[in-house]
Structures are given as C-alpha cells and as structure tokens.
C-alpha cells in the first residue's frame, strides 16, 4: 500500500542541525510532490515547503529558507529535510506528506518525527 | 501570503447536531485550491475536501465543503462521535501553501 514512514525522534541542542527522512513506498516514487509542515507542541499546521521528486526542486516558505534543505535520493525512494541552526521554537513534530496526481491536497501523510530542541 | 482565518476557535456540539466550520481569506483563493484536514489527538492529519466542495476517499457524505473567493464552509451534518477533532483549512493556490489556525471541535 502507499505509505510514507519517517525516521525516529530526535533530541537536538540549540544550534544543531537535525535532518528528517521520509521512505515512500506502494507508487511511483518520482510521480508524486512532497511537502513538509510542521506542527509545534498544542500549536496548528504549519507548511515548510515542497519538493518535486522527478528533478529535485524545491520550493519553501521565506521563515525557513535559508535554514531548511530539502533533498531526495531516487535510488532509494526516501526524501529529506534538513534544518539547521536549530532554536527551541523549531521544537515539534515533522511530517512530510504527499500530494495527489494533479493536486495540491495532501492525501498520505507520514506519521511524523519529534524533533526536540533542548540545551 | 495569503492568511486563512477560521472561526470559531472552538464549538461545542452534541452528537446528532450539526457544524458549521469558517475559513476566510486575506485575498481570494481559487476554489480548486481550497482543502480541508481532520486532526485527532497524536494523529496525522487526514485530507477530508479538496477543491473547497469534492469529498476525499473514504470520507463520509456527512461532510460537506462549499464556498468561494475568500469564505469557505465546512459542514458536518450530523455530529458522530468520531467527529470531535481538529479541522483545518489550506490553500495551495499561491506560495507559500498556509493553512488555518484550526477550529477544535469538541463534545458539548
């Protein structure tokens, strides 16, 4: 079946960089765009940016860029997303999440990764 | 960047009641553009409407989307208790893709 599992929790110091990853399986790796949006703890949806898997490109809200890479390896149908220069704000759970063919709705979702941003 | 703003924060309804969840645009959004998402506690969202008014796989025809420009609607007709979650908006139409603050949903 198609699904997206993300890597495990992860605890950062302040400064660090944390990198995310999200396996796709059950369809066509290169067909279907990717987003990542975060979610802060008790706090709403927030959209980071979105990568083509075809060619690699991306696109990211101006409050990460600089601070966020968002990569894949097609030999291995897994996306990235790495941000760097971590503060505590950036506390939160991770997930990436597919669009559908044609569509920018996110109908599969991974189950999301904990990053904790702690001195 | 466009702001969705979604109303109330929170409702409080029974089950068998109805629900009438609002999203409003700083700047007209493109109806196909528009979606909506059901969160529940330790859960990843699950898309309920896309193109502000198409049901998405699986979702029950309880759930109903409508509007256009900059107000959307959200209506469940009849309240299950499964219902009782977090909803959100999303526009894609435009870069950066936001979403709204949510409206919690919860039992009266």
């Known amino acids: 079946q198609v699904q997206l599992v993300q890597s495990g929790a992860e605890v950062k110091k302040p400064g660090a960089s944390v990198k995310v990853s999200c396996k796709a399986s059950?369809?066509?790796?290169?067909?279907?765009?990717i987003n990542w949006v975060r979610q802060a703890p008790g706090q709403g949806l927030e959209w980071m940016g979105i990568?083509?898997?075809?060619?690699?490109?991306?696109d990211s809200t101006q409050k990460f860029q600089g601070r966020v890479s968002m990569t894949r390896d097609t030999s291995t149908s897994t996306l990235y997303m790495e941000l760097s220069i971590l503060r505590s704000e950036d506390t939160a759970v991770y997930y990436c999440a597919r669009e559908g063919l044609g569509s920018g709705s996110l109908s599969i979702w991974g189950q999301g990764t904990l990053v904790t941003v702690s001195s | 960047e466009i702001v969705l703003t979604q109303s109330p924060g929170t409702l409080s309804l029974s089950p068998g009641e109805r629900a009438t969840l609002s999203c409003r645009a700083s700047q007209s959004v493109s109806s196909d553009y528009l979606v909506w998402y059901q969160q529940k506690p330790g859960q990843a969202p699950r898309l309920l409407i896309y193109g502000a008014s198409s049901r998405a796989t699986g979702i029950p025809d309880r759930f109903s989307g409508s509007g256009s420009g900059t107000d959307f609607t959200l209506t469940i007709s009849r309240l299950e208790p499964e219902d009782f979650a977090v909803y959100y908006c999303?526009?894609?139409?435009?870069?950066?893709?936001?979403f709204g603050q949510g409206t919690t949903l919860e039992i009266k």
């Open positions: 059950g369809y066509t790796f290169t067909s279907y765009y």
């Open positions: 999303q526009q894609y139409g435009s870069s950066p893709r936001t």
């Open positions: 990568i083509n898997p075809r060619d690699g490109n991306t």
